[in-house]
Nanobody
Framework: VQLVESGGGTVQAGGSLRLSCAASGYTSTTYCMGWFRQAPGKEREGVSAIDSDGSTSYADSVKGRFAISKDNAKSTLYLEMYSLKPEDTAMYYC??????????????WGKGTLVTISS
């Protein structure tokens, strides 16, 4: 499975962005897909995930502001981000897992897309 993120950029605080992750390859084997981020000088953290049943999860820091979704027909994962804050600045990565959803269980990773929020 290959994952390619897009949609990153620079926006002002309070603005919004939509990230996309195009998946190719044996996508039918994917159980879970998610978004992770890594800010400069910080460890990577999970942002949101969605499993094959459509169940979603969010980090507390983004609940109510971010929304994850997927279009199976297009093999694309999305992350809608609203009310963006400077602390959301990070490289955002798309990832997919075959069996278990979790940062240490993701089997495939994209190269990331940079999101910068200016104050």
């Amino acid at each position: 499975v290959q994952l390619v993120e897009s949609g990153g950029g620079t926006v002002q605080a309070g603005g919004s962005l939509r990230l996309s992750c195009a998946a190719s390859g044996y996508t039918s084997t994917t159980y879970c897909m998610g978004w992770f981020r890594q800010a400069p000088g910080k460890e990577r953290e999970g942002v949101s995930a969605i499993d094959s049943d459509g169940s979603t999860s969010y980090a507390d820091s983004v609940k109510g502001r971010f929304a994850i979704s997927k279009d199976n027909a297009k093999s694309t994962l999305y992350l809608e981000m609203y009310s963006l804050k400077p602390e959301d600045t990070a490289m955002y990565y798309c990832a997919a897992a075959r069996f278990i959803c979790g940062e240490n269980a993701m089997d495939f990773w994209g190269k990331g897309t940079l999101v910068t929020i200016s104050s």
